[in-house]
């Protein structure tokens, strides 16, 4: 057992929002009252710090100067993005572990389980070229 | 919530057009910052794992990196309305290298859940009643 107080910070996605189609009241009123039980749990051990749904109806915005704005995403996606939790947890395989209790997944949800980074990929890109530039000049 | 989607729109930039880019969208998430618009923002690790099958039983990496469809980060907005949400969005200045920008407003209540608010009030009653017990 590890004995690192170190906490990595993941996000979970709960993709697919109209699992519940097709369910019955009782199979619905158990997978609520566990999903709610399961946001209580995490909340309380202080593995998990934020959690909130999203409307399904939002908007989609693109295009140079955001010309594009559309209606989405399609709320009878199983893609769609439908809430999230906000974890604090010990490492990835701890993430994965709170993932795969979701009551969800056996009704078709999918959980994404993606790590918070300190530093968005793209400017540690940018600074890599700008390092090697650097090495370029000093060279 | 604003989620920025597609996480490659930096390549083909220039090292020059990169920096400016990055410097324009620091200056313009510090302008959001300073409006107190901001409750919570970070950009996620391009690795990550897709859950799903009954008991969790299929863990498969993902998502696919070079999707324009992945989230690459996120930023939730401090009390401002759907217009706002999308002023917002519209202003970022990734847009035009094809980041894509989905806006959602984020809900008390699971609209799952409130399709089915007489089940939610029992599982709730029932909940109430473990924990007291």
Not at chain 1, 28 to 43: G, T
Not at chain 1, 112 to 127: G, H, L, M, N, Y
Not at chain 2, 9 to 16: A, V
Request: proline residues 4%.
């Amino acid at each position: 057992m590890s004995t690192s107080t170190v906490k990595s910070d993941y996000l979970l996605l709960f993709r697919g929002n109209v699992w519940d189609r097709g369910l019955s009241p009782a199979q619905l009123q158990k997978v609520v009252s566990d999903w709610m039980a399961w946001f209580e749990r995490l909340k309380r051990e202080g593995k998990c710090l934020d959690g909130n749904p999203l409307e399904e109806e939002g908007k989609v915005v693109s295009g140079k100067q955001g010309r594009t704005v559309a209606d989405g995403p399609f709320a009878e996606s199983k893609e769609a993005i439908g809430g999230y939790f906000y974890l604090q947890v010990a490492d990835e395989n701890e993430a994965i572990e709170i993932a795969r209790q979701c009551p969800g997944l056996e009704y078709g949800s999918v959980v994404e389980v993606r790590p918070v980074a300190d530093t968005c990929s793209i400017k540690q890109r940018a600074e890599e070229y700008s390092q090697g530039q650097l090495a370029g000049t000093m060279a | 919530m604003l989620l920025f989607r597609g996480q490659h729109w930096d390549r083909g930039l220039s090292p020059h057009e990169l920096k400016a880019t990055l410097d324009k969208l620091t200056a313009w998430f510090e302008g959001l910052n300073e409006r107190g618009k901001v409750k919570a923002s970070q950009p996620l690790g391009a690795q990550g794992r897709i859950i799903s099958g009954a008991n969790g039983g299929l863990v498969v990496d993902g998502p696919f990196a070079e999707s324009k469809e992945a989230v690459g980060g996120y930023l939730v907005l401090q009390a401002v309305g759907l217009k706002e949400a999308v002023e917002i969005a519209r202003s970022m200045p990734t847009l035009k290298y094809g980041l894509t920008v989905e806006v959602r407003p984020i809900l008390g209540e699971c609209p799952t859940f409130a399709r089915h608010a007489e089940v939610i009030e029992r599982a709730k009653d029932q909940l109430w009643a473990a924990a007291a017990a």
